[in-house]
């Protein structure tokens, strides 16, 4: 009986093993979509009165855990029963993913000043709510399916183990750090109420990098979004590595992610002229 108990703790502790490396390896490639995530949301979440900020991030992060629970089980089914589909979701998702990259890349082009414009009217609170669940189901289903892809080869139950992990995580952690990043500007207004000079300078300090900090994280989020639809096609679509294995991964990457992207960007723009 004894025996018995440790070869199942045995058998626990190389699955667990199994489940922290591809878990790891998930985990790299799922980065850059994280990036994207968190810029999104903390965009999304900010120009809120700070009584609503919390409550807005709150019902966001739930609408994500919702799009985990139905995402998930239906990753799993395929990945059990038609593993031939998650390539072509992985390339349909990149094409969004590259779309959403070279939009942005294309309204900082050519409409300079716009943002500022439009900023002063913000829709409702319960639209940009829907709007933020919205962006997140289909950045979740990007990671869920390029973390199911690179556990492709492990047994379903690693699978299942270490990208609920991922997605787990990546609610969590980016949510978590939205959550900071809102509160930032009231720490700092909080910091300068006391008497200390540090206090005050470190408060002024906060308060002034919100907006800086919401900047980068844009800009990073955008470029994110080329560098991970770009590597999709980059090791996805036959024949693209073949034909520029002499160039620079990073390099090939954005320059896969941005022409892709605008090349569907000028396919949208020509539908909807089309239909007006």
Known sequence: MPSGIFALLDDVALLMDDVAVMTKVAGKKTAGILGDDLAVNAEKATGFA??????????????????????LPVAFAMSAWAPWAIEPILIAGGLFLAYEGAEKVAHVALHRGASEISSKERPPEKERIRSAVVVDFILSVEIVVIALGEVMAADLEVQIAAVSAIALLATIGVYG?????????????????????????LGRFLVAALPVVIKVLSVVGTVALLLVSGG????????????????????????????????VLGLV???????R
């Open 177 to 201: 750090l939205v959550a900071l990043l809102v509160r930032m500007d009231d720490a700092g207004l909080a910091l300068l109420k006391r008497s200390s000079t540090f206090a005050q300078r």
């Open 269 to 275: 723009s020509a539908a909807k002229a089309a239909t």
């Open 232 to 263: 999709i096609f980059h090791h996805h679509v036959p024949g693209i590595h073949d034909l520029l294995h002499n160039v620079p991964a990073l390099l090939a990457d954005a320059m896969l992610g941005l022409g892709a992207g605008l090349v």
């Open 50 to 71: 700070a009584s609503r900020e919390l409550p807005v991030l709150w019902a966001i992060t739930q609408g994500s855990f919702l799009n985990k629970l139905i995402i």
